[in-house]
């Protein structure tokens, strides 16, 4: 299958809503990470997706919709939902709610719950309405490999088995949405993103109370062909310096860079390094090193996301 890149204006939305009212596939852009977009009431092309991305059958699609009045057919937001989407959508919060009977299982891998979100992209917007369904979209990589944050990120992983990717750029977030349980009185953090717990007003716990509850965490995420090594905030050079003397190394950091180690990203705050992080991962593999350290970040706010998926990367 040729897979077009289409540009973000009317005709090439025009064209990606008819391909996915017709059960195909599309990339396309979100704040957070480049998604994999699919008829999410449609069980084949739900199916297409995991065959697509080789995803686990056991890790359930969030289903994108371009507003909270968009819900129907889907899920009933309860009074915390309503309360969550008020405050956070169109953004990086994704809620879990009981779904209605009629969503496919494939689309929520067999649970009684689907997830849920408004992205805030205007692209991503204009698409969903084009459709005129909601659209299953995870992350548009090859599963296990670091999350798409340009369309030629996508085109690298799945040109050839997707019907077309929308180029709308750089995402601006970098790292995948916050899931939260949003069925009881209180959200339930299932996944770390870029709505914090700070956001939330949730307390600073592990990860979920039950992680069965959130079937992807429990997969390995991220792990590109350079081996991904953390290294201690402000000893990024350091770390780095020691590695190049027997091996190819990258360095992403806040500090300067020795000679002998490549730069692969500057950043001065978490968030800076949320947007450049799955980048770098894929311009180390590229590059052919055989390391790639990255600098850690104090575990707060959006940094406790950036923190999840580099512990997910390094393994
Ligand atoms: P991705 O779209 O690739 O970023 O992955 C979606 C994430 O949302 C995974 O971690 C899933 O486990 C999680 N997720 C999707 N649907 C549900 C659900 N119904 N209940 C709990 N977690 C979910
Ligand atoms: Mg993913």
């Not at 698409?127 to 690298?156: F, Y």
């Not at 209180?186 to 109370?209: F, I």
């Not at 350079?226 to 990024?236: L, Q, Y």
């Not at 002998?260 to 894929?282: K, Q």
């Amino acid at each position: 299958m040729d897979t077009r890149l289409l540009p973000p204006t009317n005709e090439g939305l025009h064209i990606a809503g008819g391909i996915l009212r017709d059960g195909g596939l599309v990339g396309f852009p979100t704040e957070t990470v480049y998604g994999l977009g699919g008829n999410a009431l449609d069980s084949s092309a739900a199916s297409r997706i995991f065959a697509a991305k080789g995803r686990p059958a056991d890790n359930p699609l969030i289903a994108h919709v371009p507003d909270v009045d968009h819900l129907d057919g889907l899920a009933s937001p309860t009074p915390l939902a309503l309360r969550l989407a008020e405050e956070f959508w169109p953004g990086p919060l994704t809620i879990v709610l009981d779904a209605h009977p009629h969503v496919p299982r494939t689309t929520t891998a067999g649970l009684s719950t689907v997830a849920v979100r408004v992205p805030d992209h205007p692209v991503a917007i204009a698409l969903l309405e084009q459709a005129e369904v909601p659209i299953a979209a995870p992350s548009a990589n090859r599963s296990g490999r670091p999350s798409p944050t340009t369309a030629h990120h996508v085109m690298t992983d799945l040109g050839g088995s997707i019907e077309a990717v929308i180029d709308g750029g750089q995402c601006v977030i970098g790292v995948e949405s916050t899931v939260v349980d949003a069925r009881g009185d209180e959200p339930v953090v299932l996944r770390e993103g870029a709505v914090t717990r700070e956001d939330l007003g949730v307390g600073h716990g592990q990860v979920g109370g039950d992680l069965s509850a959130s079937p992807g965490t429990r997969h390995t995420h991220y792990r590109p062909t350079s081996r991904v090594v953390i290294a201690p905030e402000g000893k990024g050079a350091e770390v780095a310096m020691k590695a190049s003397a027997f091996e190819s190394v990258g360095l992403v950091s806040r500090g300067p860079v020795p000679e002998g180690v490549s730069s692969l990203g500057r950043f001065d705050r978490p968030g800076e390094l949320a947007a450049l992080l799955y980048g770098a991962m894929r311009d180390a593999e590229a590059a052919g090193l055989a390391v790639l350290v990255f600098e850690a970040v104090p575990e707060v706010g959006v940094g406790r996301a950036v923190m999840d998926r580099l512990r997910r990367a390094a393994g």
